[in-house]
């Protein structure tokens, strides 16, 4: 089975500090993504990787970078948190192109 | 452009069916559908590739109308295990990348 792991379930930071969370899967998967969750706004995209040092913006990418190391590895970083970043942010990867994504448990961002 | 799913919301009684629709105003390459259990990570349930084409397990089934540019998910005999938010996730250029675009879900209640 594929497992995907968030580094952190519930993370509570400042605003004005430099976030990461990071997200590794085990199954040597080619795509990687990011979202956040917000009620009653679905999965929201913010960045995707499709290969190792590749990157692309999804529909949300302001005030947010990533960085994809090695194949497994895909960190989220937010360069300066701010209160509208207090979310759920989910990772997920893929095989590839239109293979199942698999999600992680979820990290619960509080930005104060 | 985030594709539109109804109804936002529906309670059934264990044994009736439900019909969850998605709907894009972009062509589509395919679609997927995700169930969400609460404080659960989204699990992936089918991917529809073709037009017309129609997959399912179990009680639970899909069709994909690419003319119409809409998936629908069918729900038979629902079981309270059928809790939870469904998302339908599109993806309109079948490239390398694999990145979807996600509704804002349908949350289905099952009682008894």
């Known amino acids: 089975d594929v497992k995907v792991t968030q580094s952190s379930r519930y993370l509570v930071k400042r605003t004005g500090e430099k976030v990461f969370l990071e997200c590794v899967q085990d199954?040597?998967?080619?795509?990687m993504f990011w979202y956040r969750q917000d009620p009653g706004l679905g999965l929201r995209l913010i960045y995707f990787?499709?290969?190792?040092?590749?990157?692309e913006k999804g529909d949300i990418p302001e005030g947010y970078s990533v960085s994809r190391e090695k194949k497994e590895r895909f960190s989220l970083i937010l360069e300066s948190a701010s209160t509208n970043q207090t979310s759920m942010y989910l990772c997920?990867?893929?095989?590839?192109?239109?293979?199942?994504?698999?999600f992680g448990d979820g990290t619960r961002l509080s930005i104060l | 452009q985030q594709p539109v799913q109804s109804p936002q919301a529906v309670i059934l009684r264990e044994g009736e069916d439900a019909v969850i629709n998605c709907s894009s105003s972009?062509?589509?390459?395919?679609v997927h559908w995700y169930r969400q259990k609460h404080g659960e990570a989204p699990v992936f349930l089918m991917i529809?590739?073709?037009?017309?084409e129609q997959k399912g397990h179990d009680k639970i089934s899909a069709s994909f109308n690419e003319k119409k540019q809409q998936s629908s998910l069918y729900l038979t005999a629902s079981q309270l295990s059928y809790s939870g938010t469904y998302f339908c996730?599109?993806?309109?250029?079948?490239?390398?990348?694999?990145?979807?675009?996600f509704g804002k879900g349908t949350k289905l209640s099952v009682k008894p």
């Open positions: 997920a990867s893929s095989l590839r192109a239109n293979q199942p994504q698999h």
């Open positions: 199954m040597d998967h080619e795509n």
């Open positions: 990787s499709y290969d190792v040092k590749m990157k």
């Open positions: 972009k062509a589509l390459y395919s």
């Open positions: 529809l590739l073709k037009g017309g």
């Open positions: 996730g599109t993806d309109h250029y079948g490239g390398s990348q694999g990145n979807l675009i």
